[in-house]
C-alpha cells in the first residue's frame, strides 16, 4: 500500500496515573489486568504531555508526528488555517476521589499567561508553574455513570439560604450581602490557615460523626465536605476547599448526560465515571482540594463572579435516531454519542479530523478499502473527507469526537 492511502487508523491512547483515580474502570474498560495503580484520565489526542499512538502500515507512529507530515489531509484546510493543530483532546476520567476546585482561562489570558511565564524563565514541568500551554480549555463532559459535581456559584437567594442554614458561615452573610460573590470568595480564600480551620473546625466537628454514621446524602454539601475531610492525609489542615463545596451548585449528571464548564466557571469532579472533550490543553487554576499548587490572587483573577443556573444537557438526537449531539459554543470541539444496533449501520463523512471510541459492544467501522474490527476500550482515527460506516452484529456504545 502506497503511503497514507488510508483515511482510518487504529489509535491507543494513554493512561494519566493521578492520585484522584480509581483502580477498576479503566482498566477493565481497555481489558487489561488491574493492578494497585490508580488510573485516573485516558488520553486520545495529540497534547505534547501524552501524545496518542497511532498505528499506520508505516508502524506506529506518535499521533503528534503523524500530524506534521500530514496536517492538511488529516485536518482540513479550515481547521488548519484556524487551529495549526488538532484543536481537542478526548478523555475517559474515572474520578474516586474529589479533583481540585478549578477555573480554566480565557483563550487571551492563556496566551498571556503562558508567555509571561516562559518570560520568567518557569520550566513547564515545575510544580508552581500555573499555564502549561498557551490555549483555553473550554470542556464537555457526558457521564457514563451516576456523576456527582460542583458547577459555578449557587445563584444569589440559593447561597444566601446556605449561608444562613450553615451556622459555622451565618457571619459570612453582611459580606456577601454587601460585596457580593467576590467579596465572599475572596475573603474566605485569603483567610490564613489559623482563621479558616477556627472557621471550620466546628463545622467539620458537627458533620462528621453524621458522616460517618452514613447519614448524609450526597446532594448535601455536608456529604462531600466530610469525605474531603475524611480522605485527606492531614486532617489538621482543613481544605479552603471546603468553602467552594458550600457556595457552588453541587450538580448530579446521569448516564448520558453532559454538562458545559466554559472559561470563568468554577468547578470541580466529585465522583463517577465521563466522557470528557475539551480545546487540547492542560491549564488548570487550582483553588483547594488538591496537594497541587495553588494560586490564590492567579485564580481569583480568571473566575466569574456570578450565578450559575446549571443546564444538564441531553443532547439532541439527529435524523437517523442514532447520533445524539451535544453541541456548545466552543469552536474547539463537538462530542456525541452514537448508538447502533444490528438493525442499522451509522453512515457519515467527516469534515475535519475524528476520534472514536468503543464504549459498549463491538462494532465494525469502514472507510474505502479499510475495515477495522473495534471492540469495547478501543478506538480510532478518521482523517478529514472519509467516508465511513459503522456496524455492529450486536450493538454499540460509541463516542466522537470532532471540530464542528
Known amino acids: 500500500m502506497s503511503k497514507?492511502?488510508?483515511?482510518?487508523?487504529?489509535?491507543?491512547?494513554?493512561?494519566?496515573?493521578?492520585?484522584?483515580?480509581?483502580?477498576?474502570?479503566?482498566?477493565?474498560?481497555?481489558?487489561?489486568?488491574?493492578?494497585?495503580?490508580?488510573?485516573?484520565?485516558?488520553?486520545l489526542g495529540a497534547h505534547a504531555n501524552a501524545p496518542s499512538t497511532i498505528l499506520t502500515t508505516?508502524?506506529?507512529?506518535?499521533?503528534?508526528?503523524?500530524?506534521?507530515?500530514?496536517?492538511?489531509?488529516?485536518?482540513?484546510?479550515?481547521v488548519v488555517n484556524k487551529f495549526g493543530r488538532l484543536p481537542f483532546l478526548f478523555k475517559v476520567l474515572d474520578v474516586h476521589d474529589m479533583l481540585s476546585i478549578q477555573v480554566h482561562p480565557s483563550k487571551k489570558e492563556a496566551e498571556k499567561g503562558f508567555k509571561n511565564e516562559n518570560d520568567l524563565g518557569i520550566p513547564i514541568t515545575a510544580p508552581h508553574r500555573n499555564y502549561k500551554d498557551d490555549n483555553h480549555k473550554p470542556e464537555i463532559m457526558v457521564a457514563l455513570s451516576e456523576f456527582w459535581l460542583l458547577h459555578g456559584f449557587l445563584p444569589k437567594n440559593q447561597l444566601i439560604q446556605r449561608l444562613k442554614n450553615t451556622p459555622e458561615f451565618v457571619g459570612l452573610l453582611p459580606i456577601f450581602e454587601k460585596e457580593s460573590y467576590y467579596g465572599l470568595y475572596k475573603k474566605v480564600m485569603e483567610q490564613s490557615q489559623e482563621a479558616s480551620n477556627k472557621m471550620l473546625a466546628p463545622l467539620v466537628e458537627r458533620i462528621m460523626p453524621l458522616y460517618l454514621a452514613g447519614k448524609l446524602d450526597k446532594s448535601s454539601p455536608d456529604y462531600w465536605a466530610a469525605k474531603a475531610v475524611d480522605s485527606a492525609e492531614d486532617k489538621t489542615l482543613l481544605d479552603k476547599g471546603i468553602y467552594s463545596i458550600y457556595f457552588f451548585n453541587i450538580l448530579k449528571a446521569n448516564k448520558g448526560e453532559a454538562i458545559?464548564?466554559?472559561?470563568?466557571?468554577?468547578?470541580?469532579?466529585?465522583?463517577?465515571?465521563n466522557m470528557e472533550l475539551m480545546a487540547n490543553s492542560d491549564n488548570v487554576l487550582r483553588g483547594g482540594l488538591t496537594p497541587k499548587h495553588i494560586d490564590v490572587p492567579e485564580l481569583l483573577k480568571h473566575i466569574t463572579f456570578e450565578e450559575t443556573i446549571p443546564?444538564?444537557?441531553q443532547g439532541t438526537l439527529q435524523d437517523d435516531g442514532l447520533e445524539r449531539i451535544y453541541k456548545t459554543i466552543?469552536?474547539?470541539?463537538?462530542?456525541?454519542?452514537i448508538d447502533i444496533s444490528s438493525v442499522k449501520a451509522y453512515q457519515s463523512q467527516s469534515k475535519t479530523a475524528q476520534i472514536i471510541m468503543i464504549i459498549e459492544g463491538q462494532a465494525e467501522i469502514k472507510e474505502g478499502?479499510?475495515?477495522?474490527?473495534?471492540?469495547?476500550?478501543?478506538?480510532?482515527?478518521?482523517?478529514?473527507?472519509?467516508?465511513?460506516s459503522i456496524s455492529t452484529l450486536t450493538s454499540a456504545i460509541i463516542y466522537k469526537a470532532t471540530a464542528p
Do not use: R
Request: glycine share 8%; with cysteine.
Open 330 to 337: 466552543a469552536p474547539d470541539f463537538e462530542l456525541s454519542k
Open 311 to 313: 443546564n444538564i444537557m
Open 369 to 388: 478499502n479499510t475495515v477495522l474490527t473495534l471492540k469495547k476500550g478501543e478506538s480510532a482515527f478518521l482523517k478529514a473527507q472519509s467516508v465511513y
Open 58 to 78: 508505516e508502524g506506529n507512529q506518535s499521533l503528534n508526528d503523524f500530524l506534521k507530515s500530514n496536517l492538511v489531509a488529516s485536518l482540513g484546510s479550515e
Open 4 to 43: 497514507n492511502t488510508t483515511n482510518l487508523f487504529a489509535l491507543k491512547g494513554k493512561i494519566q496515573n493521578y492520585a484522584w483515580g480509581g483502580k477498576q474502570f479503566i482498566p477493565e474498560l481497555l481489558g487489561m489486568e488491574a493492578n494497585d495503580e490508580k488510573c485516573a484520565e485516558y488520553w
Open 260 to 273: 458545559f464548564q466554559d472559561a470563568g466557571i468554577p468547578h470541580a469532579y466529585l465522583e463517577g465515571q
